[in-house]
């Protein structure tokens, strides 16, 4: 199914008054504060984030699964479920894939489809973290930095394999995160360990076409529990610099240890002109893939703060790639994704509203009150409008999460799809 543009304004229309006296007020006082409202609505509009297609199922946790019904089994309704997100948003005009869950049968086909929704090819994600059918070799003992050469080489070879499936589709960047590491200590040698992951990179990073990036992630612990190989952002950053300069770190919010102050990360990451991608989500205790803003919302703004100052002052980065690495377990994962698009909208606003001329003449004031009061200033102004404004300029809807439930979107899907599919890779 889809959602129409005829559908969405439909269901505008009984909204349209009351979104335009809040947008009015708000874009005022903004404009009387010397805000480039136009300026803030293009910068939303463009800002587009990448759904990853393991996303669009019910995940689960070891203990259990539990179904959300009508949920996409192929890569043709992984992307009709990114069009729907799209078309509502206008905020998920991306995909990224995960190799070897969804490899395209018909690269043809699944292009003009993703076309069709305006849907583009993002990072592709390789997995050297489970075993494939029929792999010759186990990963049980790590890939990259396996003591074994014919294990690394396996999973080297399956690097360049999703290279060449995302060269296909118009991809531009390989991420890859890697579950290698130890679960007690003397199972590994960390030099070694880290030096034949280092190797291992090297050679991924020579099958990279000239106008690719590779992203290297980083998380502390889990799978493994005593150690991590890429286990923190210097560890990635020392990988990258490894590879050359089309390698940079990637930033998972989920994969610090509690209270890791991730915008300081992101702030020196863009300094030195090695920040590449970053993977959305939130979390109380660990890597708990929860909707992104629901738990920490202000320590989201600090963090586009810091990205909205680095997009601004450090040319020398790339253009990120963004992505939500999320899973649904109670939750429709569609109504999930759309709160998580909206959370990011919003902190991404609240950041430009930020006034950077005023806080910097603060900091060499070192007037420290002044410094909170102008990022909270910005941080607590309902931005809401704004994001429901640079919507409706492109066709999407109002208040997303509304329409999708007023207009029936999952149980059409169930209709379709009936309640025994399961989204590949979960
Ligand atoms: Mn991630």
Redesign the pocket.
């Known amino acids: 199914m889809n959602v129409t543009k005829q559908q969405i304004q439909d269901e505008n229309k009984k909204h349209l008054d009351a979104h335009h006296n809040s947008y009015n007020y708000l874009a005022d006082s903004l404009t009387k504060n010397g805000h480039n409202v136009d300026h803030i609505l293009k910068q939303l509009s463009d800002f587009q984030v990448a759904i990853?297609s393991w996303a669009l199922g019910a995940g689960g946790t070891r203990f259990g699964r539990f179904s959300f019904y009508g949920e996409p089994s192929t890569l043709e309704q992984k992307i009709d479920d990114i069009g729907i997100l799209h078309s509502l948003t206008q905020t998920a005009g991306a995909v990224s894939l995960h190799i070897p869950w969804d490899i395209p049968s018909d690269y043809k086909a699944i292009k003009e489809k993703a076309d069709q929704l305006d849907i583009k090819f993002d990072a592709v994600?390789s997995n050297t973290f489970q075993d494939q059918t029929n792999a010759k070799e186990s990963y049980k003992f790590g890939s990259l930095s396996n003591t074994s050469k014919a294990v690394r080489d396996q999973a080297i070879q399956h690097n360049l394999d999703v290279i060449d499936i995302g060269n296909k589709l118009g991809s531009k960047a390989l991420?890859v995160?890697l579950a290698d590491g130890s679960s007690f200590p003397g199972q590994n040698n960390f030099q070694t360990a880290f030096q034949n992951t280092q190797d291992s990179l090297i050679e991924i990073y020579q099958g990279l076409p000239q106008d690719w990036k590779l992203l290297v992630?980083y998380?502390p612990y889990e799978p493994n529990f005593y150690s991590t190989v890429i286990q923190d952002w210097g560890a990635s950053l020392m990988l990258a610099n490894g590879c050359g300069d089309k390698a940079y770190t990637?930033v998972?919010l989920?994969?610090h240890l509690p209270n890791t102050n991730i915008e300081q990360i992101v702030a020196i990451l863009q300094l030195k002109g090695k920040l590449g991608g970053f993977?959305f989500?939130d979390s109380k205790y660990g890597d708990d893939d929860l909707t992104v803003g629901s738990i920490k919302p202000y320590a989201l703004f600090l963090i586009f703060n810091e990205l909205v100052y680095g997009i601004e002052n450090n040319p020398q980065n790339p253009d990120l790639a963004w992505?939500i690495?999320a899973s649904h377990n109670i939750k429709d994962p569609l109504e999930d994704l759309i709160q998580s698009l909206e959370a990011i909208q919003e902190a991404y606003a609240k950041a430009m509203l930020v006034d950077q001329v005023a806080l910097k003449a603060a900091q060499m004031d070192n007037d420290v009150v002044k410094c909170q009061e102008l990022l909270q200033e910005a941080y607590r102004t309902d931005v809401r409008p704004l994001l429901a404004a640079a919507r409706l300029q492109t066709g999407g809807a109002i208040n997303p999460i509304n329409s999708y439930r007023l207009l029936s979107v999952r149980d059409q899907l169930i209709k379709e799809r009936g309640k025994n599919t399961i989204a590949t890779g979960l």
């Open positions: 990853p994600n991420t995160w992630e998380k990637l998972d989920g994969h993977h989500n992505m690495d």
